[in-house]
């Protein structure tokens, strides 16, 4: 991005607190690391990255500002679906060549005391980026943030596909082996997802359990073995892979309002 356009872009935390540990003074221009070093021209600055970065959030789009300082500052939000989790930033620029008028009002804001030869000296070798060059900048900074945006929808198709298929799997694997000892993390292997990501895709869509799709089946088979041949209780709950007759008892009158013999 330097090369292209001539200026440093940055991934920006959304904390405030964290905007001007970021930058630091080495990748701050002199005369703002210089600004910044009092408590009032913190205070400044942090008003003018509030305010726009606040901008920013509310139109989901890339802004351009001037500081109180009069120099430019760019500013895109990172969206994570509808919510802003960063900010890419550029800036700390003039639009044009230095003036006794812009170094006035830097002069006024900061009060007399603070405003030293040094920071003048500082302000007036403050790189200049042309207001059109900004713009164009704020472009790209859309730029990216359309293919940042269409990255996320990607990978989100790509998760919903993969879940669909992972809970495809443990269904699978659970009518075959329902009769059986099932454990999560065979059912998570055989799926090929992790147990807890596994747990997450079956609870997402109505709120099911693996355990209470393997109740289902296990009681849907016991129906089948007792319309089959009558058998007792014991050994139907054995059969159809319930722990004890008792529990298969319970869960059997639970569902069907009737006892199983």
Request: charged letters at 25%; aromatic letters at 8%.
């Amino acid at each position: 991005c330097h090369r292209l356009t001539g200026r440093s872009i940055y991934l920006v935390s959304v904390d405030p607190a964290h905007w001007r540990a970021f930058h630091g003074r080495r990748r701050m221009n002199r005369f703002c690391a210089l600004v910044q070093a009092s408590g009032r021209g913190r205070a400044l600055c942090l008003a003018s990255d509030t305010r726009l970065r606040g901008r920013c959030r509310v139109l989901k789009r890339a802004c351009l500002e001037r500081c109180w300082a009069g120099l430019f500052d760019a500013v895109a939000p990172v969206l994570d679906g509808a919510s802003v989790s960063g900010f890419l930033a550029a800036g700390q620029v003039l639009p044009g060549t230095p003036t006794a008028a812009g170094w006035a009002r830097v002069r006024r804001a900061l009060g007399p005391a603070l405003s030293t030869g040094e920071l003048r000296g500082a302000y007036a070798r403050t790189p200049v980026y042309p207001a059109q060059k900004m713009r164009e900048l704020l472009r790209l900074f859309q730029l990216f943030i359309g293919y940042i945006a269409e990255l996320q929808e990607r990978v989100a198709l790509l998760e919903r596909s993969s879940e669909h298929e992972a809970v495809r799997r443990a269904k699978r694997y659970l009518a075959e082996h329902w009769r059986e000892r099932v454990r999560l993390a065979d059912v998570a292997a055989y799926a090929n997802v992790s147990p807890e990501h596994l747990c997450r895709l079956i609870r997402r869509p109505a709120g099911n359990t693996l355990t209470g799709l393997l109740r289902t089946l296990r009681l849907d088979g016991a129906k089948r073995l007792l319309a089959a041949s009558p058998a007792g209780i014991g050994e139907l709950a054995r059969e159809a892979g319930f722990r004890s007759p008792a529990h298969f008892d319970r869960l059997f009158r639970r569902q069907t309002g009737h006892t199983p013999t």
